[in-house]
Every structure is written in C-alpha cells, then in structure tokens.
C-alpha cells in the first residue's frame, strides 16, 4: 500500500465507512497530456511566426498570431489545473467517501452530510461544450469541501454521491415528517401537510406536481406553476432528499 494509499485507508476505517466500493483518481495526468500536445502547437507556431518576420511576411504573421495567443492562453490555464488537481483522489465506500487533495484527506458519512449541486453546462450555437460539476458537502469535522471536475468522470460519481446521501438520509427525514416535525431545505420546507417557504404554503392535497424547472424549484396547483422561493437550487441542500419526500407526500395526497 503506497502512502496515499495508505492516508485515505485510515480515515476511511476510523469514519467507518464501510467496504471500498469505487476510486476516481486526479485528471492531472490527462490535462498534462493535453499541454504537452498544445506545447507543440505553440512551438510550431511560434517558429512559423519567426520565419515570418525573417522573410518580410506581415500577412500571415497577423494570421498566425491569435491561434499563437490562445495556445499561450491555454498553456496555462491547463499548467495551472494539472498543478492543482496533482495527486487527488476520490474514494467512494458503502457508508461515505474520501476526497484527498493535495495532501489533505477529508472523510464524508452519507448519513451526516450536506449536499449543494451546483453543474452548469456551457453552451455554444445551442452546442454543449462542457459541463462544471460542483457538489460542496460537509466532512466529518464539520467542514465544508467542495468537490468539483478534477477526478475524472464526474458524471458517474457526482450521482452516485447524490443517491447514496439520498438512501442515507430518506429514512430518518420520512420518519421526522411523519412524526409532525418540519424540515427545512434552504429556504423550502415542508411537513406531512404542506410544502412552503417563509410565510408561503401549499397543502400536499392540492400539489399536483414538484419539478425543477430553469435553476428554481417549482409547484404546479390547479394547472399552473408557481415558484415556491427564488433562491435557485444550487443553494439548496439535499435537494434530491427534498424531491424524494415531496414526490412521496404528493403521490400520497
């Protein structure tokens, strides 16, 4: 077992998270494959551009300069993210996760976090060019880390991070709403009656619908959708909890 190995094992086992299920480790050694391709990019374009301005070439030294300059742009932006995301690993387990960055190992217990998703997908002519993933949980200390696209396939993890807390935490929420507690979401809320925000409710009996729609949680009531808070669900915490006990009560009424 190597040291880094080694460093998340023991928090792992001391947390009690369970049997090790997936790792995701850093995508440092990609984005330093990728430099090394547009390092290349960069030299020849820079040489072509000396050969330029030795033979008297203005025209093409001009044609030759923005491709020069994004490459130097992305030389580093990329050198940058390798050196950040150098050595990170992500550890997922049956009772939580390990995040180790840059030498910090920080361990996470479904049952006892909080989970705000914050993905945002980038857009060209209507084409998706990338996607962001940001989802900022709570540590066993009590801490708040935010994981992001520097493990590789955040698309397979981040889900997986949001169903297990999901399994984790439904039980206990679903047994305190049906006690006559009231949970609170941010600025949503909800009991075994009603959905609400501030001094804002619905009675689950006439919901007929919970849905995201543009960042906002939204309740459809006799046809039409009507924005429970403003705040956009990127700031809402256990927001895929909050749906699972909505889509229970409004099936129930």
Not at 17 to 36: D, E, F, N
Not at 115 to 129: A, E, F, P, S, W
Not at 158 to 180: E, K
């Amino acid at each position: 077992m190597d040291a880094l190995a080694r460093d998340i094992h023991e928090p792992a086992v001391r947390e009690g998270l369970g049997g090790h299920q997936a790792v995701y480790p850093s995508i440092a050694p990609a984005q330093r494959r990728h430099l090394g391709r547009v390092k290349v990019v960069t030299v020849v374009l820079a040489a072509l551009a000396v050969i330029c301005v030795a033979t008297g070439c203005p025209g093409l030294l001009f044609l030759l300069g923005a491709p020069l300059v994004v490459c130097l742009i992305a030389l580093a932006r990329y050198g940058r993210a390798a050196d950040r995301n150098e050595g990170s690993r992500l550890d997922l387990y049956e009772r939580g996760f390990t995040s180790a960055h840059r030498g910090h190992v920080r361990a996470v217990r479904y049952a006892d976090t909080d989970v705000l998703q914050d993905n945002i997908r980038h857009t060209y002519h209507g084409m998706t060019t990338k996607i962001s993933y940001a989802y900022t949980v709570t540590d066993t200390t009590g801490e708040r880390v935010t994981l992001r696209g520097g493990f590789a396939d955040p698309q397979e993890w981040g889900p997986a991070i949001q169903r297990a807390v999901t399994v984790a935490r439904f039980p206990q929420a679903l047994a305190r709403l049906d006690a006559g507690q009231r949970l609170d979401f941010g600025p949503l809320w909800m009991t075994a009656a009603e959905i609400g925000s501030g001094g804002k409710s619905v009675p689950w009996q006439q919901v007929e619908e919970i849905a995201v729609q543009d960042g906002y949680v939204k309740v459809r009531v006799a046809g039409r959708w009507n924005s429970l808070t403003m705040t956009p669900v990127r700031r809402i915490p256990n927001l895929f909890v909050f749906r699972a006990l909505a889509d229970r009560y409004c099936q129930q009424a």
